[in-house]
């Protein structure tokens, strides 16, 4: 039996598609993706059969981290439309029946913010300053900064201001690029400011927000220096312990307020976070009852292509978030990692954030990893919960690696002086059809990231008149998902053989070969993400969904 969730819990069993505006598709021609791009092309998301958008910003910003750095969090940047344009994509998500939420970015503004403006204008210890945060530097002359903290795209993770007179003066943190200063959440004014941000969005009818560094926000007291312990460091930390400036209990007050105001919206506004943190059962303390509403599974997606592994992530994400009474999410690719079908097949360690590029220590090998990669989604895609897709995985994009050096924008790349190469591979704009200007992305072919020559046998176009592409794959996925109510399921192991995983799910059953010997199967098969042997067995890197009879 499987229970379909209550129409204002649509969340629990939700599959969202995160659309990175700057990529998807691009109205105006300009090279860079926009808002009535992203409107004009709803159908085919529905037609996919998702629930739900995610927009990464689309927000007034001066674009040094691809719009993670907020100018003005209630407009709209003139690259990606007007707010006209916002209600317009609104409108049409809720018309065809998707939700829509936005991403909201409060651990930090962009320098260009007229918050910061006025801080860096006013004296030290002034009220315009105590938004953020600055100190004294240490050393005589407070030439050294005022603690040890390193910023997640590298380099120090704090800046000294220059005065107007040229003189050197306090420091700022900032614990992403020097152009994003960090908040003090401790701040009153920084509070109440953001209710007002959320009410804007939840006005305009949006259905709710993704929280970017949702494990920020709230600094240790007295700013200590960071200890590093011995799993070192990813984008957002990994630590299994708070670090001075990622997981401080303090934040959960923040998301108590968070979940008030968007409950003034009525129950089926949510909250999604973005929130590294390990282990699962501490991640889980973000989606306790009167927090938010779900956590992105990073411990599933940085999972290996390894079925004991994966059989135990997948063990403690039910254990870890239905123990606060939430649904645990699954999600394989976004913008900041290296994509699925890239990264399920690399041959090398390659930290989250690092990306790779012409000179990483091996190359991807291509069809392994897009075999992996669909054997992973469909795995996916059976789970009871929520998932996240990214643009462009159910065409099975791998990622773009070999973008020129003079090419690339992430602050990562920059910040590292190109020892990591960062995060442009899975950010190029998507293919939608074989033979137009830039794929179809736009009619001009400019595009703001450079596209691989090879991409024609990716583009939409193709696919759809293909049975066995990968977005038939992810349609047909979709569709049976919803048709036996998986994602309201409950998954019951059954004892696969080495190498494999398997389950049942209400009448589904799914055997994952990861890596074992050919599986033999019983039952009609449903999905299957790549061939079964002439004797119609389960391959490594494929999975199956079959049929399994009612129960009396
Ligand atoms: C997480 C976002 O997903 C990433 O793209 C961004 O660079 C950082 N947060 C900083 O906002």
Redesign the pocket.
Known sequence: MTTAAPVNEWWRTAVFYQIYPRSFADANGDGMGDLPGITSRLEHLKDLGIDALWL?PFYRSPQR??G??VEDYCDVDPLFGTLADADALIAGAHRLGMRIIV?I?P??TSDQHRWFKEAIAAEPGSPARARYIFRDGRGANGELPPNNWES??GGPAWTREVRPDGTPGQWFLH???AT?PDLDWSNETVKADFDDVLRFWLERGVDGFRV??AHGLVKEEGLPDFVPSESGGS??GDEDAPTPYFGQEGVHDVWRRWRHVVEEYGPERILAA?AWINPLTRMAKWVRHDEMHQAFNFAFLSAPWDAAELRDVITDSLAAFGGVGAPSTWVLS???VVRHATRLALTFENPQGHGIGPLSPGMPIPDLGLARARAATLLMLALPGSAYLYQGEELGLPEHVFIPDDARQ???WFRTGGERYG?DGCRVPIPWEKDAPAYGFNSTGKTWLPQPDDWAGFARDVQVASADSTLALYKQALAHRAEYGLGGGELVWIDGAEGVVAFDNGRVRVVANVSGADAAIEGHVIAASGPLTAEGRVPANTTVWLHRPAHH
């Open positions: 990464s981290d691809a993670y750095d991403d970015v651990n930090h997640v795209f614990l992403f690029d994003q970017d560094v984008m957002g973005e976004n913008h900041d992430d602050p990562t995060r």
